[in-house]
């Protein structure tokens, strides 16, 4: 995969011991989504030690979301980032959530009833065109298929002047930061959400996202397919060594 050919961008390759091809890599996350969600929302709840609401929050407020925009959160699943969108634009009615795992819409319901919800995946939204000012995805870009066609569908239903926030754990440029990382994602986590869910389809999940992080196509990349959608001032903040925020423009 390189920046030359930004037409290939997919966000990791097939990952064989899961799936097979890239239709059934959908079934099987809706499957392992729906299965975890009762416990999502503790696994990222104490998974981050709690700091995930405020974490999001500053994200969204550095990237400059305000009360007054329309805003959709793509990947909702059970709604963290939605709730943070609601909490800085104090307007959850006028957010739009879309996700594709029925069980994660539910949980997101619950907590957010406010918000609208649509069941549909990233890269072909049922909204019409130039609809929003704002766009987030939190922590799902390596469920995409294909990045380029899920960053045309973004550049598609934003307004000129909209802008997109996608937030991604991406791998630490240190091998001290690589090596926390490993050691957290790779053996803490599966093990911990095992624990304290006593689900094998929630430590399974872990598990899968280590493979999905361990495969993902470098930084440069995901800026070189926001550019090839059409975004202009496309940039990535590194936040805490592996939390990246991408920021797009659509002109
Ligand atoms: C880790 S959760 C992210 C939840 C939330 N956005 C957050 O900030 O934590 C990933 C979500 O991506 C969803 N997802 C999987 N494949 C997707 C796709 N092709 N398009 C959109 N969302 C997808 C999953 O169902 C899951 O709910």
Redesign the pocket.
Known sequence: MTETSPSQHQPHPPLRPHYETLDEK?RF??DV?DKSAPF?EGI?SWGFFGT?GWY?RGALRRAGLKPGMRVL??????????RAIADVTKAPADLVC????RG?LLESRKLLPEAAYLQA???DLPLADATFDFLT????LR???SLDG?FREYHRVLKPGGKVLV?DVTKPENAFGIAMWRFYFRDVMPKVTKLFTRSTDASYLMSYYWDTMEQMIPPGDVIASLEGAGFKDVTRRLVLGCFSEYEAVKP
Do not use: K
């Not at 959160?73 to 939605?82: K, L, Q, Y």
């Not at 879309?98 to 795992?101: R, T, Y």
């Not at 995805?137 to 799902?140: H, L, N, R, S």
């Open positions: 959908q996350l809706r989504f999502y990222a995930g999001r959160d793509v990947a909702t699943g059970t709604g963290p980032t939605a879309v996700e594709p795992s994660m995946g990233a890269d995805m939190g922590f799902a469920h995409v298929n899920t937030l």
